[in-house]
């Protein structure tokens, strides 16, 4: 979509009365489009002269782009934020601490008071897990935060005992010995005691739903974490006890027809934080690859797949296209359309890969090069210490070419296509981008699927530095000084 067109949308939706709130007694579908999805945010207690960008959120790849980052603009008159997420299916926007569900199309409206945001905080962090009640989350929540709009409008804070992050280290000693056997039926009785709980809360039948799958995937979610509970605290010491463990790892379950959230596609509004996790792995290890959200994950594979090809620069058929559903068609040919439209002045150049297999492609990308030393960028676009390096190096770039450097970057198609498109124009060099499936295949010199990552070829074409993580400008140039 048109940057100049988002911004009259945006202004449009701004002037436009707030949305009323709709009493549901069922989760809604989403509709399946490729749209969209946009989150206006105002600070009630806002002031002239104070900060007005949006509260702090995580970066989320989601979405069949891989856009981490949304469209943001700024309104410090009114102190007024607005985000837009390009989207083709539900995206969670995790805030920290509390977070928005966004369907395409969506138009939020945020009210934040941050000084009663803060009183809420402080209640959870101060207050004894054991003495957090629902009633007093749901009374600071409705001072702090007021949400309008969108696919449904999301569900007050609430507190259940059994839904946790992290393991205390009583509870991992006394679990230390249990088979997975042992460990599934502790998790399903947590699950049950919850359950009972949020059964004696005053909720609407549509939050009383959506919550019972968030207290589903918290209970598929420990089941994963087996070995997490086990290790967190350095308690298993015996290496091959822990191996036996593992051997017993399954997600095959006796009580899966108990769960619901997989009979229905609104099933994926309570996945989204296991996505590509625990929630498919438990539908395929219980053979539910033929539930409406099974079948749904198998249309997202499939596009992911093509996505991916495309992104890679790799040749796709009309057919493999017209074969997926119509809201992925749409943000493939985006990206598509994207490549062809890349710059021909910028002062990179984006290379096709070699042929032949992946662990060929690192030899031949240097071999190009020969006589030349070779400075070799593993980053993303998502990675704030690669951008960090990449930004700071150019200020050494014009001398280290006069030495006889070149400079190659190398990403995954984990990065946003537009934004690869403009690092590939504002930075000097080769880029190339690999299907993400293929980075370990590459067998890079050093590499454990941690960014950035460096290597240093001499003009033979050996590698004569590996480094890992960005070092720092005066590092990384004394990187070059024994390398003739």
Request: contains cysteine; aromatic residues 12%; hydrophobic residues 35%.
């Amino acid at each position: 979509m048109n940057k100049k067109a988002i911004i009259t949308i945006l202004f449009a939706l701004a002037i436009h009365p707030p949305i009323s709130s709709q009493t549901r007694s069922t989760l809604p579908l989403w509709e399946r489009k490729s749209a969209p999805a946009v989150i206006l945010g105002r600070y009630v207690d806002w002031k002239i002269g104070e900060d007005c960008n949006p509260p702090g959120f995580w970066g989320n790849q989601n979405s069949l782009k891989g856009n981490s980052i949304p469209e943001i603009t700024t309104d410090s008159i009114a102190g007024r934020f607005t985000l837009v997420w390009d989207i083709c299916y539900p995206l969670l926007h995790e805030f920290h601490g509390w977070s928005v569900l966004l369907c395409p199309g969506d138009t939020i409206r945020i009210d934040i008071d941050r000084s009663a945001f803060a009183a809420y905080e402080a209640y959870k962090k101060d207050t004894p897990a054991d003495s957090v009640t629902t009633s007093k989350l749901q009374e600071l929540w409705k001072r702090a935060v007021h949400i309008e709009g969108g696919t449904f409008e999301q569900p007050l804070p609430v507190h259940m005992k059994g839904m946790v992050l992290g393991y205390r280290r009583e509870y991992a000693e006394a679990h230390l010995h249990d088979t997975f056997d042992e460990w599934r039926e502790v998790c399903w009785n947590e699950f049950q005691e919850v359950v009972s709980q949020m059964d004696s809360l005053s909720l609407l039948p549509w939050e009383r739903e959506y919550h019972r799958m968030l207290v589903e995937q918290d209970y598929i979610t420990k089941l994963g974490q087996f070995m997490f509970a086990k290790t967190s605290w350095g308690l298993l010491k015996d290496n091959k006890e822990k191996e036996a463990f593992e051997k017993q790892v399954t997600f095959k379950d006796p009580h899966a027809a108990e769960l619901t959230y997989y009979r229905c596609v609104p099933g994926f509004y309570a996945c989204l934080n296991n996505l590509f996790d625990e929630g498919r792995k438990y539908i395929q290890a219980n053979g539910l690859e033929d539930s409406p959200l099974g079948c749904w994950f198998k249309e997202l594979d499939e596009a992911q797949a093509v996505m991916t090809r495309v992104k890679a620069k790799q040749p796709v058929t009309d057919s493999e296209l017209d074969a997926l559903s119509p809201e992925f068609q749409v943000q493939i040919r985006e990206v598509q359309a994207l490549l062809e439209q890349e710059a021909a002045d910028g002062k990179g150049i984006s290379r096709d890969l070699p042929e032949g297999e992946p662990r060929e492609w690192l030899p031949k990308i240097v071999a190009g090069h020969k006589g030349r030393i070779v400075f070799i960028d593993f980053w993303a676009t998502w990675c704030g210490p690669c951008r960090t390096g990449m930004k700071e190096m150019e200020s050494v770039k014009e001398e280290l070419n006069k030495r006889g450097v070149d400079f190659i970057y190398i990403t995954d198609t984990s990065s946003s296509t537009e934004d690869w498109l403009g690092y590939v124009s504002q930075h000097a060099g080769d880029h190339y981008i690999v299907p993400k499936d293929k980075m370990q295949e590459m067998q890079i010199p050093g590499y454990d699927n941690a960014i950035p990552h460096y290597l240093i070829y001499d003009r033979e074409g050996k590698l004569a530095k590996t480094i890992s993580g960005w070092p720092g400008l005066e590092g990384m140039t004394h990187e070059f000084d024994d390398i003739k």
